[in-house]
């Protein structure tokens, strides 16, 4: 094996319509016949993912749900995960409902009778509707943590809300200083219907403090026997920085996150014009490499 290639999904390999594009599935296909394994590293679960990991033929692990889990790409199948505790979860989901918010809980649907569990009162958002609906994963609805109690807190890979921008940031602000050093948390622009980066509607994501893409993108590394010079991490958001800083040769969108970019060796085209290929194309010439000096197209 050459190396590992670590992509994202959204802003990344697919384009603004959530597809992936003939030049950039080309790119895929052409990883794999050099020798390159291509893991797509996500925030999605895999449920989430299963029609683009179809698209790409994506065989082995795939680290979905923003690292809390690695799946087999094919079956879904949960080989590792790391969730929040129940305890803390149970904190989480009532500090989120205490502000007024729907708490939205991820699970592990390898583990679980659902994937989500919308808790709380609030309305739920229309972005939230959207999603949902696209991606026909298994939902309940409850509107109390006592109601929750007959489903559990278990199996919680992720707690998290959907509202405007201007309305989660203070509240992740003040979720970080009440949890602080339990959880990894951010709050930042979500996929919507219309917008695949740079949407008015945000996502608060809370995971338990270990789990990151990065995390699992590791144990794929020291599986496989390779060298951390042989990966690649190409990204466009928050949940890309550790690996895009840390992997031999981080690679960002040139529609990425402002706190990403500075951490990336190579900045690459737009994810709407085919950026993953262009990255594709020039680690497959040799230009980028551990050794590359860093570069922006």
Not at 32 to 49: I, M, Q, Y
Not at 95 to 114: F, K, T, W
Request: charged share 20%; proline share 2%.
């Amino acid at each position: 094996m050459k190396g590992l290639i670590a992509v994202d999904l959204d802003g990344t390999l697919l384009d603004a319509g959530g597809k992936v594009s003939p030049r950039n599935f080309k790119a895929v296909t052409d990883l794999r016949a050099a020798g390159f394994k291509v893991v797509p590293a996500t925030g999605r679960s895999w449920r989430e993912s299963r029609r683009i990991l179809e698209v790409i033929q994506a065989k082995g692990m795939a680290v979905t749900a923003g690292g809390s889990v690695m799946s087999d790409a094919a079956t879904g199948k949960t080989v590792e995960r790391l969730t929040i505790h129940p305890e803390l979860a149970r904190s989480l989901i009532q500090a989120v409902i205490e502000r007024g918010l729907l708490a939205h809980l991820l699970r592990d649907h390898d583990g679980s009778c659902h994937d989500y569990c919308l808790v709380g009162t609030g309305k739920v958002n229309p972005a939230t509707e959207w999603w949902l609906k696209t991606h026909q994963v298994d939902v309940r609805r409850v509107r109390t943590l006592h109601e929750l109690e007959a489903l559990g807190f278990d199996h919680v890979l992720r707690v998290g809300a959907v509202e405007n921008g201007d309305v989660l940031a203070p509240v992740c602000a003040a979720m970080r200083a009440q949890f602080h050093g339990q959880t990894t948390m951010q709050s930042w622009s979500a996929v919507t219907s219309s917008a695949a980066v740079g949407s008015e509607t945000h996502l608060l994501e809370i995971y338990s403090v270990e789990s990151d893409k990065w995390t699992m993108i590791q144990k794929l590394r020291d599986r496989h026997g390779l060298a951390n010079e042989q990966v690649f991490a190409i990204g466009d958001g928050l949940n890309d920085l550790t690996m895009v800083r840390e992997a031999g040769v981080g690679i960002a969108m040139q529609n990425a996150h402002a706190d990403l970019r500075p951490l990336a060796k190579h900045i690459v085209p737009h994810h709407n014009e085919d950026g993953f290929a262009h990255a594709a194309e020039q680690i497959l010439s040799g230009v980028i490499n551990a050794q590359s000096v860093r570069s922006t197209v």
